[in-house]
């Protein structure tokens, strides 16, 4: 049955892009849910951030994918927030711009260093990597311009991030070791990790930063800066 979806979805790539703008459509027109997470992390975010002034920083989603489905950010967005998006798949990047036009959107991968990268889209884009992906689930490759969160950052000069995001199949410690001074400035981190390993090392880097583990799932860990909250604390 999976293969036939995913034959389905590789020979008729209009009705893949359809399917996903009518669910950001839906989503844009409907009022706000609970959550719109993959396993809910937003509400943990939410209770985390309960009683902060969100209005003077930005949140910050690395690998956005869509507007609104399975996204860690969009209940924010939906409060009337606004953040930056970073996204490589440019029919994923036209959609961020039409249903998210208060969010800063940025075409690119991120990582550790500035470079370019072979980009490989999956039929589903929810797993666009830059890690080799299989045959059967490989549509394209392209070329595409690899920048730093700290380039971002730099540029863009929010005054706080109250929270970082990265989901991007499994260069997520790349991202964060290019986020050294954003870091710095940030409140909440929340990456995903694919196996113990990657757990273990995403943990042992941002401990070294400051940061504390409060939350792991089978799929994302969440951090909370330790230094940054005295900083929060104090202003407040």
């Known amino acids: 049955m999976r293969s036939l979806s995913y034959l389905i979805s590789k020979q008729f790539r209009g009705l893949v892009y359809t399917k996903r703008y009518a669910r950001a459509l839906l989503d844009h027109l409907l009022p706000a849910r609970s959550t719109y997470a993959q396993h809910q992390e937003d509400c943990e975010f939410s209770k985390l951030l309960d009683g902060l002034d969100l ?17 860690n950010t969009y209940f924010f967005y939906k409060k009337g927030l606004n953040g930056i998006l970073i996204e490589p798949d440019e029919s994923n990047v036209l959609l961020l ?12 991968v991120v990582g550790s260093t500035p470079k370019l990268c072979r980009f490989n889209y999956a039929i589903a884009s929810v797993h666009n990597s ?12 392209e070329y595409i311009p690899q920048i730093t969160v700290d380039e971002i950052v730099e540029c863009i000069n ?20 290019g986020s050294s001074q954003a870091l710095k400035r940030t409140l ?8 113990d390993q990657e757990r273990s090392q995403l ?34």
């Open 188 to 195: 909440l981190v929340c990456t995903e990790y694919q196996s």
């Open 203 to 236: 943990e042992k880097y941002m401990t070294e930063n400051s940061f504390e583990r409060i939350f792991l799932n089978d799929v994302n860990l969440i951090f909370r800066n330790t230094e940054f909250s005295k900083h929060l604390i104090e202003v407040t």
């Open 158 to 177: 929010p005054k706080w991030i109250y929270l970082l995001t990265t989901d991007t199949e499994g260069n997520d410690l790349e991202v964060l070791r």
């Open 97 to 108: 711009k039409r249903f998210r036009n208060r969010d800063i959107t940025i075409q690119a």
């Open 55 to 71: 209005s003077t920083g930005v949140y910050i989603d690395i690998g956005a994918n869509q507007p609104s489905y399975i996204s």
């Open 130 to 141: 830059l890690q080799p992906l299989p045959a059967s689930s490989l549509l394209k490759q």
